[in-house]
Structure formats: structure tokens, C-alpha cells
């Protein structure tokens, strides 16, 4: 066999496509004559395989594989994805541990946690680093570990393959595994080159006077406003919190030095200015739903141990973790009598504890009916007795809850008025041939200054808009109605009448909430 790839060694190992074999993309091995030399099968790069884009040379795989093996069982490539979708009041199921610690609960396993050891090197972190919180609001939270003699090189086949199936693009040795641990343990963490920190000094901050920019990671400007919270060293911001890293900080090639960042911040702060410049990512949409605030040292630990891995490096002795307020574990008392009442079971006192037990949430017998359940700190959405009768629904199995038929008294009532009116008006436009619409209570500027019945500086603008094309309340039924014309138009309808009976708003001064008024207003369209 004959082979010109640039990173051949000698006595390597690396993956070999016989004669017959068929490599990405279709192509067949053959026998090929090669300046008069016949060459038997090929040495393969991972874009041959299909496992990456990457052609630069073999693709390189541990050397205590054994000879002739299978390659994707030896590499494990054949594993399943699965693709899940978390609901928004579920952050802890936002990373593998979570969803092993679910699965684990639904099939009563223990669950088994990554072995974290870090190896300290020699010497201390504390003189060399220093953490500073202004804003314990915005971070209650800040822990930090610094490594040393790094080497910034790819990173090994499975740390990039694990990531390319997860849907994240690999970087470098020392930023995936950031990103890994973003994924393993649902903890933003973020690598700042510790020699380009001025002073060596993390500070948590708002922005001062004269701090309107920033460019962050993708080279992009971004504005500042006073809710912004940053990352900053001893001089200038380096970090947008909890959303993306500066450009005059990140990880480079000639890169030796990381201090790695793992944080609590508050989940409105970040997600005002996420949504506020625009920008969602990886991180944001994590802490913007809320992280484990105790489960910041566990990451820490666990990402300074890869790094020191795979970047060849040492983790300085003395961890830095700033906690000045801690959050505090609430305790709720669940009754059993409740339990039972609302999902109509006969649960026992033993019975509910052992479920709640399961799903990591120790419950404490305090009287014959009651139980008292410390909430762990990675599940934020428990907060009422309700919501610990809402687990014992679902781990006990909603099979378990009896089916009945609904009960009640039906009473007759005299219809209001103004309901009468609004029924009769309806039908009268529908027996001349209009369709009811129902449009967005929203409307965008531009329609609003156009053709509001009010004033457009009169127009009730809302707080926290989901778009622009949302931004105020609609003082007139009629941009709806002509949006919906023209979307009908688009799709060749050439003849329709429509109509919309429904509220708008008009602010009024001194009031907490908007004038209201009932409209009725209808568009027709088309040949007479």
C-alpha cells in the first residue's frame, strides 16, 4: 500500500480500507497501480470516513487499539442520539446528568456520576488570581481554576466527535472542553487566557461611565446599557456575563495560561440582555433558565481536570470561589391526604417517599399525614406543595391514577347584554357572507403610527415586547384585518370579506392598566 499523507509515522496506527470497501461518499476501494507500484487499500482521513470535514492528514486513533478491529466498534461510533426537547421550567434536564438522573428515577438505578479527580500541581492560585463581586445580585456566585503549561492544540477524536453529534462545532483542545462540560453537567463555563487578564483579576461588574461598547467573541460591537452585567479584569470588561466572551481575551494558539470560569448568575439579568442585543447562546439559554448554583464546583473541578488532560498542562493548587450570599434550599411540606385528593390514588405515607426519594428529594416523616421535602438546588421549579404532588403523578405512573367522569350542577342564567349583542352582531355579518378573524392583540410601530385611531405617542407601548413587530398594545382592530387581507391576497384569494369584534387599548394617565373598548370593524375585498 502506498500512502503520502503528510502526519505518517512510523509505527502509528491508523484507520485501513481494504480492497471492496466503500468509503464515504460511495466510493470503492480498489487495487490501484501507483508509479508502477500496485497499491492494496488506503489509509483513511476522518472526512473519508465520514466522521468530520477534516482532510489535513490520517485520521490519528489511540494506539492500544487493537490490530484489524472493526473501527467503529473499537471507537464506539455506532452509539444512538437521541434529540430531546426540555420544556422551560426544566434547565436541570439541559445536560446529560440531568437526564441520567431522570432516567435513573423512572427506572429505580442509582445514578452514576463522572469521577472528577483534579491533580494539583504545586504552588497556589490565590496570589496570582483574585475574584472580585460588586454585583452579588447579578452573580451570588463565582468560582474560578487556573492551569498552567498548556499546549493549544485539536482535540482528541472522541471529545470532537462527542460534540459534532451533540451539534456543537470543535475549536481547540482547551474550548471544547468547556463545551463538553456545558453539555455533561448543564454548566456554562468559559476559558479566559490568564496572561491577557490585566492584573490577573476577575471583576463582576455593571459598566461605568464611558463603557457603551463591547466586542464580543464574534467580532461583533455590542451596546451597553446599565443592566448589562460584565466580566472585567483589572482595567477593561473582558466578558459579557453569562452570554459570550471578548475578543481581547480568548484562548489562542499561543495560548499557556487559562483561568476557567464557573458561575451562578441571576436568570433575569441575563436573559433582559440576551434578549435585549439579541443574542442567544449555549450559555445564555441555560442560565437564563437557571443553573445549579451548587453545582458551579462540581463542573469546575470537573472541566480543569480534562483541560490539564488534554492540554498537557497543570492545575495550580487553590481554588477560587467567591459565594458571598448563599441561595437558600427551601423546604416544603407535602401532605398525603392532598396527594391522594388530587389525583384521586391511595398512596401511603411510605409509598410517596419512596417516589420523592427516587427523584433525589428526601422527604422527612414530620406527622402521620405530612412529609417535609428538602428541594435540591437543581430544581429551582419546585416551589409549592402542588408541584411535589405534579412528581408523584409522573414517576408513580399516570396508569395508577383512576379514570372518573367529571361532576357538577348545570344552572340556567339570564345571558349579559352586551354577550346578547355581540351574538347577534356576529351572526347578522355572517349571514351576509363575512369570515370571523381573530388577530394578535399586538401590532408593530409602523402600522401603529400609520393607522391608529389614536395619536402614535398616545399608543400603549409595551415593557418587554416579544419583537418589534409586536411593540404596542393595537389602538385599531384594522391593521390586523388588513395584515390578514394581505397574506389572503398572497395566496391568489381574490374575493373575501372579513370581520374582527374584539378589545382595544388607549393608556390613561395616572391609571396602573388601559382604557378598554369593544370594536367591530370589517374589511371587504374584491369584485362588487
Known amino acids: 500500500m502506498i500512502c503520502g499523507a503528510p502526519n505518517l509515522q512510523a509505527g502509528a496506527s491508523y484507520p485501513f480500507a481494504p480492497p471492496g470497501a466503500v468509503i464515504s461518499e ?7 497501480k501507483i508509479r508502477g507500484v500496485v497499491s492494496e487499500g488506503m489509509l483513511l482521513a476522518e472526512d473519508e470516513l465520514g466522521l468530520s470535514l477534516d482532510h489535513v492528514g490520517l485520521m490519528e486513533i489511540p494506539q492500544d487499539l487493537p490490530l484489524g478491529a472493526d473501527l467503529v466498534a473499537a471507537l464506539n461510533v455506532a452509539d444512538a442520539v437521541l434529540e430531546v426537547a426540555v420544556t422551560p421550567n426544566r434547565p436541570d434536564c439541559l445536560s446529560i446528568l440531568g437526564l441520567a438522573r431522570e432516567v435513573a428515577a423512572l427506572l429505580n438505578q442509582p445514578l452514576r456520576h463522572p469521577e472528577v479527580m483534579v491533580a494539583e500541581a504545586e504552588g497556589t492560585a490565590q496570589p496570582q488570581a483574585r475574584v472580585t463581586i460588586l454585583d452579588p445580585v447579578g452573580c451570588p456566585r463565582y468560582a474560578a481554576r487556573l492551569l498552567v503549561d498548556l499546549k493549544v492544540k485539536p482535540s482528541p477524536f472522541w471529545l470532537r466527535w462527542r460534540l459534532q453529534l451533540s451539534g456543537l462545532r470543535a475549536i481547540n483542545n482547551l474550548v471544547d472542553v468547556t463545551n463538553y462540560v456545558l453539555l455533561e453537567f448543564g454548566q456554562p463555563l468559559h476559558a479566559f487566557d490568564f496572561q491577557r487578564l490585566q492584573g490577573g483579576e476577575i471583576v463582576v461588574r455593571r459598566p461605568r461611565a464611558g463603557e457603551g461598547r463591547f466586542v464580543t467573541l464574534d467580532g461583533q460591537e455590542r451596546s451597553l446599557d446599565a443592566e448589562t452585567l460584565l466580566i472585567c479584569d483589572g482595567a477593561q470588561p473582558v466578558a459579557l456575563a453569562g452570554i459570550m466572551g471578548g475578543l481581547e481575551s480568548e484562548v489562542t494558539g499561543d495560548t499557556e495560561q487559562v483561568l476557567i470560569e464557573s458561575a451562578y448568575f441571576n436568570p433575569r439579568t441575563i436573559r433582559r440582555t440576551a434578549k435585549r442585543l439579541g443574542l442567544s447562546t449555549e450559555a445564555s439559554y441555560r442560565f437564563e433558565r437557571g443553573v445549579d448554583p451548587d453545582g458551579v464546583i462540581h463542573a469546575l473541578e470537573r472541566a480543569a481536570q480534562l483541560m490539564a488532560q488534554v492540554g498537557g498542562g497543570r492545575v495550580v493548587s487553590g481554588r477560587l470561589d467567591e459565594y458571598p450570599s448563599p441561595i437558600y434550599r427551601p423546604r416544603l411540606c407535602l401532605r398525603v391526604s392532598r396527594t391522594n ?3 384521586g390514588t391511595a398512596y401511603s405515607q411510605e409509598q410517596i417517599s419512596g417516589l420523592l426519594r427516587r427523584l433525589h428529594l428526601p422527604a422527612v416523616i414530620l406527622e402521620a399525614d405530612t412529609l417535609e421535602v428538602e428541594v435540591p438546588s437543581h430544581r429551582g421549579d419546585l416551589e409549592r406543595e402542588i408541584d411535589l404532588i405534579e412528581e408523584v403523578a409522573r414517576l408513580g405512573g399516570y396508569k395508577a391514577i383512576p379514570v372518573t367522569l367529571p361532576q357538577g ?49 398616545a399608543a400603549l407601548r409595551l415593557a418587554n415586547p416579544l419583537s418589534e413587530e409586536q411593540a404596542l398594545m393595537r389602538a385599531s382592530l384594522l391593521p390586523g384585518l388588513l395584515d390578514t387581507l394581505r397574506r389572503n391576497t398572497l395566496k391568489q384569494i381574490q374575493d373575501l370579506r372579513l370581520f374582527e369584534l374584539s378589545k382595544i387599548f388607549f393608556p390613561q394617565l395616572g391609571a396602573e392598566l388601559p382604557r378598554e373598548e369593544t370594536r367591530l370593524t370589517g374589511v371587504m375585498y374584491g369584485a362588487r
Do not use: W
Not at 460511495?26 to 490501484?32: D, S
Not at 350542577?409 to 345571558?415: C, D, E, I, S
Not at 349579559?416 to 357572507?433: I, T
Open 26 to 32: 460511495g466510493r470503492e476501494i480498489k487495487a490501484t
Open 341 to 343: 385528593q388530587v389525583l
Open 409 to 457: 350542577v348545570v344552572a340556567t342564567h339570564r345571558p349579559d347584554p352586551e354577550v346578547r349583542l355581540r351574538q347577534e352582531a356576529k351572526q347578522q355579518l355572517l349571514g351576509m357572507g363575512f369570515f370571523e378573524v381573530i388577530t394578535y392583540s399586538f401590532q408593530p410601530e409602523r402600522l401603529g403610527a400609520l393607522l391608529s385611531e389614536a395619536e402614535p405617542a
